[in-house]
């Protein structure tokens, strides 16, 4: 019987700490080393590594917390994060594709995939429901995040992962992120908890074998502009 998503989230922590894993540098120019293919949060918690989780709404586990389950896998070069972070997004929806037919269909190159509009048009291909949202401004504004936060919430709970553009400097960066460069990336929003203002990210570059981890909305919402989001 397969462990609710909580439950492989925190066991696969627990995997991540013990042995860390080199991540893949994103897309837009920046490269790097990339880390182990085909990794799965089903592998993490001892399931079989081709198996994708279960098809399922979005699952309240606790007070606050609204997390989708998702087939998980570590980008397979240094420029796939846009084609890793869609095909995370569409396992939600039952909806399996290699990360190699991923990236022709979204265009991408050796530099990575050049707009979300891109994995927008894909997502809508297989489910439908997809928009981009642009966030200009950086800061965003108190209306673009107060968007942002909606999206999400109506996502994940029609169990619809958003997949974000981002931008990461010195300074500003999720956890294991290399501290000295500009990190141009895509990762998917999996969940949030409503309660501690947080969301939780699947990152298909796995740096420093941060694959599931939590990141408060205002450092979501920062982390985007000038880019968008594909909800």
Known sequence: MRKPIRAAVAAAFTVLLTVPMTGAVAAAGTTGTV???????????????????????????????VI??????????????????????????????????????????????????????????????????EMPNDPPTQAQKDLLWRDIVLNINNNYPIVANIVAPPGNQPPGYPPNQTIYHYFTVIGYDDVNGTVLIADPASFGGYQFYWLTFDHLASLIPPKGYSA
């Open 68 to 133: 989708l389950n998702v087939d998980y896998q570590v980008q397979e070069t240094g420029y796939w994060c846009g084609p890793a972070a869609t095909r995370i997004a569409l396992s939600a929806r039952g909806v399996y594709r290699s990360q190699a037919a991923l990236a022709a269909e979204l265009g991408t190159h050796v530099g990575g995939t050049d707009h979300i509009g891109q994995v927008t048009r894909v997502l809508g291909n297989y489910v439908g429901w997809y928009e981009t949202k």
């Open 35 to 65: 880390g182990t293919s085909g990794t799965t949060a089903a592998a993490a918690v001892g399931t079989t590594a081709d198996t994708a989780l279960p098809v399922a709404g979005a699952q309240r586990s606790t007070a606050g917390e």
